[in-house]
């Protein structure tokens, strides 16, 4: 973004308002100029750079209504989507409302009639209409020269309601777009005619100029980009928008901007709107006031560049990474956490006699089609067996794995026909002893890679002589290979009845694709990786270039959400196997699209707010670095706003580490650091949405698994970036449905050249700072341990560690040599304070115990090793 380096200047080409003809504003990088015409004072020029916008306009917009605007549903998108889907049914009946389709009230087009010189080289324009004043304040901001600041104040003539739109600079054809947004809401490079595939799948530009709320718009701040690579966006003010939590409860209802990629014309140019007509703030009586103050970012630059100048230096977010406060370190939320799972009562254990076996899950008290609360699920297989062999834990590996697995083995269709190897259902239910989807009778191609082919795979990963669940995996793959269209589609899903495809309004725009990956990956047949390229390519072209995307989640109709983000991932993985580069680059593309996803407002602060009764800080329940479980008009986060599972952390982390681009790193740390307001402090598991702040699992115990998983891979992540790579364990597999974090402890991995397995011990290191957060690995032939640590905060820390070696079977357990690599891997001798300490309350002899003092840089790395015996 370039800064300004002072004004060129504002010229007055006469000394009068009323001899005025021609004025302009101008900067080092941009410059806009207004001519007088009969109708009043209209953009002449808008130049960015070198490039002149083709038909400047400056037009303005004001929606008058002298009642309060209808809210009666348009009758001809009633069909959709259908009474089963009950959680959705409100959203669309609000959507369609004439207030949202931007039909409501009366609309007011004008040009100024007045121009002065205002203060500070500012220009102030005039109207004034039947129903209001209209005062126009725009000037050149003076720190980002490609950035118009407008202030437009209305007082009211005549009672009613009032909506100020942004003036429109310019517009575009659709022939000149190549690419516009709204984040968490729209993305393409294409209109789509068709509502329903735009409004509620977020599938293309919507070709009507509809509004979509701030509760879901992950960044306050439509663009466009055109193919003259100049791109315009409009950027409201901080705090212009509804603040989720204002006080003491949710309030997410109030609806204060309104925002669009059209004018009220359907002029492709992007739009806000403030206050919404109808709602709260727009009703004035005559002489009351209201004001609307924005930006316009016109650089000649791309979408995404303009996106990051909205969400790093208007809304400030780098600046809430030095607002956290840490109060428990991720990693004792994992062992916390292995307590949980490993407790039948608290993690909802169960098992059942199924077809002879004995199969095991955890209760699922969701919504689940034909469910009378007996439903049992599983989550994160990869995860399971990490922390069973990572911990060496003897509970897990007889009470839980050998359950999971045979429910994995009855999870498959084993009766010949249409359906034979694909997944019966991703649930259990216990009183009618059947598998069954989410929400309804249909069976996905993507539930083969979910529940299937990523959950067996990860398996067999830990396990690679299990041959029956080898077997399992190599039928999922037949069927999934035998499902793909010849130009590498897929069916969203069949019916179970008549095996026929469902949902074909829509395409299967998912990483289904990965499965394959997984097959080559396992079985090594090289038709699997054909296929899996076949369908990467398809994904490709469908989805990645046009930005469109479809959900994994049956209650929304999948509306798109975070198998998105998985999509990333699963590219980078055939870009390691192929190692070609179009992979490699539409994997950097989602995941810049999947930064849309994460909220970056209201700008989070120290005001104080009540929670449950309890005082909190406003920045520790922030919305701001987290994502949607789905967001648009239709997800989750429109009533409960984003999601504390922030799998895609580590998938970020490694996108820094390709790109460089630091929006990635913050995002991360954003989601996954200071999180402890929505860490239930008896469990340390963390609530699923937003609203519910520190309550908990809840309805959902197999999510402690998916946030252990989660946690471990952003935490190597980040080891493997500081350590620039000389600090890194091989990846599994993704997770099904939750987003694109992987597992690992199935094979050894690399400690500065020394080869390590993963290890974490109860009670082996106590840190003395929640901000520091480790792993270890241990080379047992080389009789070498590695505590693998990292500072998770922006500030130094100094802290002293406290080693109980007792913890470990490592002979008499006594360490012979300590030393440090820091992130250059340079080694320094450690001191160690022989000293007779307590942990715990329990005394410790010295072989069994040292404090080690340790000191490290904001976000930085260090490794000890030990050496014993």
């Known amino acids: 973004m370039k ?9 007055l080409f006469a000394q009068t308002a009323v001899a005025q003809q021609y004025v302009s504003l101008e900067s080092s990088a941009l410059k806009l100029s207004w001519i007088k015409k009969e109708s009043g004072w209209q953009l002449h020029n808008v130049t960015a750079g070198r490039t002149k916008l ?11 209504a002298r009642e309060k605007p209808d809210s009666t549903p348009a009758k001809e998108y009633a069909h959709f989507p259908g009474k089963q889907y009950h959680y959705i049914v409100p959203l669309w009946q609000e959507i369609t409302q004439p207030v949202q389709l931007n039909t409501a009230g009366e609309a007011l087009h004008f040009y100024p009639a007045g121009a002065v010189s205002g203060k500070d080289n500012a220009l102030v324009f005039t109207k004034e209409l039947n129903t209001a004043m209209v005062t126009t304040t725009w000037s050149i901001d003076p720190v980002y020269a490609s950035d118009v600041r407008v202030i437009i104040s209305l007082r009211a003539k005549q009672a009613g309601y009032f909506s100020i739109a942004t003036p429109t600079i310019a517009a575009a054809t659709p022939e000149e777009l190549q690419w516009a947004g709204i984040p968490g809401h729209f993305q393409s490079n294409m209109i789509e005619k068709d509502l329903i595939r735009s409004f509620a799948y977020m599938q293309g ?39 989720p939590w204002a006080s003491d409860a949710k309030t997410r209802t109030p609806w204060r901007l309104g925002l669009s990629l059209m004018n009220r014309k359907a002029m492709l140019t992007p739009t806000a709107y403030h206050p919404v007509l109808g709602q709260k703030g727009s009703f004035l009586q005559a002489g009351d006031t209201v004001s609307f103050s924005f930006r316009y970012s016109i650089q000649q630059r791309d979408w995404y560049t303009v996106y990051k100048h909205a969400v790093n230096d208007i809304y400030r977010f780098p600046d809430f990474l030095a607002l956290k406060q840490t109060a428990q370190s991720l990693t004792d939320r994992i062992l916390a956490m292995h307590r949980y799972v490993t407790d039948d009562k608290t993690s909802m254990w169960r098992t059942e006699d199924y077809n002879g076996l004995r199969i095991g899950a955890q209760a699922y008290l969701g919504g689940v089609y034909g469910s009378a609360k007996d439903a049992m699920k599983n989550s994160d297989y990869g995860a399971m067996w990490m922390l069973a062999n990572i911990m060496q ?38 009183k009618s002893k059947r598998f069954t989807e989410e929400w309804g009778p249909y069976v996905e191609p993507i539930g083969l890679t979910y529940y299937m082919l990523m959950d067996a795979g990860n398996i067999l990963l830990f396990e690679p002589g299990d041959t029956v669940l080898r077997n399992t995996l190599q039928k999922a793959a037949d069927k999934l290979l035998s499902w793909m269209d010849r130009n590498g589609r897929w069916q969203v899903a069949y019916d179970q009845a008549t095996r026929q495809p469902m949902f074909t309004e829509v395409e299967d725009l998912r990483p289904t694709f990965y499965g394959l990956v997984i097959a080559y990956r396992i079985l090594g047949d090289k038709k699997y990786l054909d296929a899996a390229r076949k369908g990467a390519d398809w994904y490709i072209e469908n989805a990645v270039e046009k930005g469109r995307f479809l959900g994994v989640c049956g209650d929304t109709r999948f509306a798109p959400d975070f198998a998105t983000a998985q999509s990333a991932q699963a590219l980078l993985e055939l870009y390691d196997i192929t190692k070609t580069a179009r992979y490699r680059n539409a994997a950097t593309a989602v995941a810049r699209l999947y930064t849309t996803s994460i909220y970056t407002h209201p700008i989070p602060g120290t005001a104080i707010k009540t929670v449950n009764g309890a005082r909190r800080q406003d920045w520790e329940i922030s919305q701001a670095g987290l994502s949607f479980e789905h967001g648009g008009s239709l997800g989750s986060a429109n009533y409960r706003g984003p999601i504390l599972l922030a799998s895609h952390a580590g998938m970020f982390v490694r996108m820094f580490a390709l790109t460089g681009d630091s ?51 952003y935490l190597l992540a980040e080891a493997g970036m500081r350590s620039g790579g000389r600090v890194t364990f091989p ?75 007792s913890k470990l079977s490592l002979q008499d357990g006594n360490a012979q040599r300590t030393t440090l690599k820091t992130a250059d891997g340079k080694r320094s001798l450690h001191p ?21 003092p340790l000191s490290l840089a904001p976000y930085g790395i260090a490794v000890i090793a030990v050496t014993y015996n």
């Not at 800064?3 to 010229?11: A, Q, R, V």
């Not at 083709?54 to 929606?63: A, D, H, I, M, N």
């Not at 960044?219 to 603040?243: F, H, R, W």
């Not at 397995?757 to 690995?777: I, M, N, Q, R, W």
């Open 393 to 430: 834990d003897s509970v897990l590996k007889q009470t839980r794995l050998p359950y999971a697995r045979n429910f994995k083995l009855q999870q498959q269709e084993e009766q010949p026909g249409f359906f034979y190897g694909a997944a019966a259902g991703q649930y259990y239910l216990s």
């Open 54 to 64: 083709r038909k400047p306009s400056g037009e303005y917009t004001l929606l008058y």
């Open 663 to 713: 929006l990635f790193l913050n995002m991360a740390r954003a989601g996954a650091l200071g999180r402890d307001a929505f860490v239930d402090p008896q469990t340390s598991v963390a609530s699923y949405y937003w609203d519910v702040m520190n309550k908990g699992a809840g309805p959902y115990p197999h999510h402690a698994w998916w946030q252990i998983g989660w946690i471990t891979d």
């Open 832 to 852: 160690v304070d022989a000293s007779l300490i307590t942990v715990n309350g329990e005394r410790k002899k010295l072989h069994d115990v040292y404090t080690i």
């Open 205 to 243: 530009i919507p070709d009507k100029p509809v509004l979509v709320r701030e509760r879901t718009a992950a960044t306050l701040s439509p663009y466009m980009e055109m193919k003259n690579k100049v791109t315009l966006a409009v950027i409201p003010d901080p705090g212009t928008g509804q603040d």
């Open 731 to 805: 990846r599994g597999f993704i997770t099904p449905k939750v987003g694109p974090h992987q597992s690992y402890g199935f094979a050894p991995g690399e400690v500065y050249g020394t080869p390590a397995d993963l290890l974490l011990k109860e009670g082996l290191l106590h840190t003395g700072s929640p901000y520091l957060d480790y792993y270890c690995a241990i080379n047992r032939k080389e009789k070498q341990l590695f505590f693998i640590l990292l500072n998770n905060d922006d500030e130094q820390l100094h802290t002293r560690l406290q080693v109980d070696y």
């Open 3 to 11: 800064k300004c380096t002072g004004l060129i200047g504002l010229w």
